[in-house]
């Protein structure tokens, strides 16, 4: 019995498909650290601005973004979800539910 084998262009279709099927990955792979980076760093922000017993650097992060994001968000939708933090806040420097420092750690 003989194995037909395959021509050189065979092989290398094969090859090509299978390179294709591995720069796909390689694409959602990349997509996926990238989205997590994202939002480990807003994790750290949003922690901050809600946790920081230090006021003048949590309402540093809290003017910033107050002054930087509304150039950042194109789309209504987006901006609708940091409605929080792009309001002024009249009371001081914290935002929604930031520890004043007055409960012990």
């Excluded at 099927?21 to 390689?26: A, E, H, P, S, V």
């Excluded at 601005?49 to 950042?72: C, M, T, V, Y």
């Amino acid at each position: 019995m003989t194995v037909a084998r395959r021509s050189i262009s065979e092989r290398l279709a094969q090859l090509e498909a299978q390179r294709k099927t591995l720069q796909i990955r390689l694409g959602k792979q990349e997509r996926a650290i990238d989205t997590r980076r994202k939002v480990l760093i807003g994790a750290l922000v949003l922690h901050r601005l809600e946790h920081d017993r230090n006021l003048q650097f949590a309402g540093g992060i809290a003017a910033w973004l107050r002054r930087e994001l509304p150039k950042f968000l194109t789309r209504d939708g987006d901006r609708d979800l940091f409605d929080d933090l792009l309001k002024p806040q009249p009371h001081g420097p914290s935002l929604g539910s930031a520890d004043n420092g007055s409960a012990a750690s």
